[in-house]
DNA sequence: GCCAACGTTGGC
DNA sequence: GCCAACGTTGGC
């Protein structure tokens, strides 16, 4: 099976990588995603062994901050019937529930932190989906030479 | 805070 | 099925 490369973006305001850094086993459900196009990404690609980059955005500077693994594939995504949840969602059916997480666990926070700007600026980078116009994907796929640009941009041995 | 670019909703 | 209105994302 081949592994594949994700992108994650989260507001550190809401889930920081320093969050997750003190999460148990330093891994988290991944819930509240509501956006059909990343749902399936979520439910039909990311595997266990997956890799993948955490993104805050919303903040300043906007950057990759470091990478995490999947080590739990898709299982439904309980806040979607909670109503006391940001993310409830009252037409969710408990029979066929629509949204679905994996867990992430972190494997290594960034020495460097790969700015969004610094990404425009690296013409290897110029075709992830992240730095395409109108991009509001809050999961993406990213290619393994992109993956690996990102990890050598971000220092991180 | 602004606003472009989307995605979703709901009337028809 | 169309599409206007509305809500959200997310960079700046």
Redesign the pocket.
Known sequence: MVKKYWLV?S?PAEFSIEDLAQSKNKTTCWDGV????ARNFIRDEMKIGDEVLF?H???DP?AVVGYCKVVKETYTDHTQFDPDNKHYFP?ANPENPPWVMVDIKLVKMFKNRVT??AI?ENYKLKDMK?VQ??????VMPVTNKEFDEILKMGNIN
Do not use: A, D, V
């Open positions: 973006k507001e509501r956006n059909y196009q993104y955005s919303n903040t906007n037409k969004l700007s425009k992240l116009r109108g991009n509001r994907l809050s």
